[in-house]
């Protein structure tokens, strides 16, 4: 599953306002109050953001066990965002696979907590 046409083009100032970091995921439980099957994720960005919360709809590839202790990626500067009684405070990227399940986006290699994107 892949969008059709590319995203109107941005210049780089643009690109740098958004703020794209590594964490480790510290922390994961099932969000039943959400419309769509999904985690609650806490990730630890390191001293200078600290822990935040997520919501992730994830729970097709990932299994709670499997993401405690792993790197994601995750915007750092939207705004906190309601979903159902959690304010989620980063965006965990991904990408869909062939069905349109996430599939995390992450370094292959480790990073240090609070890396950003460039």
Known sequence: MTDKAPAPEITFDDF??????VGIVTRAEPFPEARKP????WIDFGPEIGEKKSS???TVHYTLE???GRQVAAVVNFPPRQIGPLMSEVLTLGFPDENGEVVLFAPDL???VGARLY
């Open 16 to 21: 740098l306002k958004v703020d794209i970091r």
């Open 38 to 41: 999904a985690f609650k994720l």
């Open 56 to 58: 992730a709809q994830i």
């Open 66 to 68: 499997d993401l405690v």
């Open 110 to 112: 480790k990073v240090p």
